[in-house]
């Protein structure tokens, strides 16, 4: 049982989708997604892509995925490696994929001089907490996180115009 990271291409796309929705699923929001396979395409594999994503294959099987970005640390002085998901099919996990996908982000991370790699975690994944915390990992429980979408953004946007 050979395990495979490799690049995503834009003919991965179908893939990349279908493993987002079964996130979606695994998180409990079957309904929240909004992407599609054209939207992919056009915003991981256009020229000057703002994200990345990785496929995570076994026996040249798509087992799971990856999708993240880089930021900049304004105290360090140097990018960070964000990832924005990570999703191994239910019927593969345990085997190493995740750890493998986490090992190759950290590998991308130092070979581009990154300060930190950072993610978020919902309190309720147990799972992946344990396993976050099993590669080494410390929660930053001092950090809230907050957000801006939908109507909410364009309100606020549009104040003071």
Not at 10 to 23: G, P, S, V, Y
Not at 40 to 63: P, T, V, W, Y
Not at 71 to 97: I, M
Request: proline share 1%.
């Amino acid at each position: 049982m050979s395990i495979q990271i490799r690049s995503a291409e834009k003919q991965d796309a179908e893939t990349i989708l279908n493993f987002i929705n079964e996130l979606a699923i695994y998180e409990k929001e079957p309904d929240a997604v909004l992407n599609t396979v054209s939207e992919i395409e056009a915003k991981l594999f256009c020229e000057h892509a703002r994200a990345h994503a990785l496929i995570c294959e076994q026996d040249g099987e798509a087992i799971g995925f990856a999708v993240y970005f880089y930021n900049y640390s304004t105290w360090l002085g140097k990018h960070g490696l964000y990832l924005e998901d990570l999703y191994v099919s239910q019927d593969n996990r345990g085997n190493g994929a995740g750890k493998a996908i986490m090992q190759y982000l950290a590998r991308q991370a130092l070979a581009n001089d990154c300060g930190r790699f950072e993610w978020v975690v919902l309190d309720w994944n147990k799972p992946a907490i344990e396993f976050y915390d099993n590669i080494g990992a410390k929660a930053q429980s001092e950090w809230i996180i907050y957000r801006l979408a939908g109507d909410e953004l364009k309100s606020f946007a549009e104040q003071g115009k």
